[in-house]
């Protein structure tokens, strides 16, 4: 491993566990996976009434890159809806292109992956956390609508 892409603060969120695991009844659920470097990320959410994550659990059978994305992302997603996940992804991807720091203002951790700059292959690594919890949040918030549908025509 070199230094660079894979500083020791990122071998220490790599590990953090704190989210990982599956809920027992979620309101939504995504799997996703990168056919490039195989790896896999799913993530299951509960929501709240407005539709911003409550809860999540991930299983991640991927590279370290892939698995502090998916450790630091699960720390900040608490009261995000879908669509703040996915901005959030995009700016984190420009800032990558770019190579400077700070990454994300309002979550400095990502600043671990300032140096995947050099390495812009491993975006994708980076990325895939927060498209499979964007698709997990979409999943669960069509579900809650599709059951407020039902509630609304019975």
């Keep these: 491993m070199t230094d660079d892409l894979y500083p020791r603060d990122m071998l220490r969120a790599a590990t953090d566990i704190a989210h990982a695991g599956s809920l027992p009844a979620p309101d939504g659920s995504a799997t996703l996976d990168n056919p490039f470097c195989g790896d896999r990320v799913a993530f299951d959410v509960t929501l709240d009434d407005g539709r911003r994550i409550r ?41 990558m292109k770019k190579g400077e720091a700070p990454l994300l203002p309002d979550h400095p951790g990502f600043d671990l992956f300032a140096s995947t700059s050099k390495h812009r ?7 895939l956390p927060f498209e499979t919890l964007e698709a997990a949040a979409r999943d669960a918030a069509e579900r809650k609508a599709g059951e407020a549908g039902g509630k609304a025509s019975a």
Excluded: K, N, T, Y
């Design 55 to 95: 809860a999540l659990r991930h299983r991640v059978q991927a590279c370290v890159l892939c698995q502090a994305s998916a450790s630091l992302l699960s720390a900040a997603a608490a009261g995000m809806d879908a669509e703040q996940i996915a901005a959030m992804g995009d700016d984190l991807l420009a800032a």
């Design 121 to 127: 292959a491993r975006f994708a690594c980076v990325l």
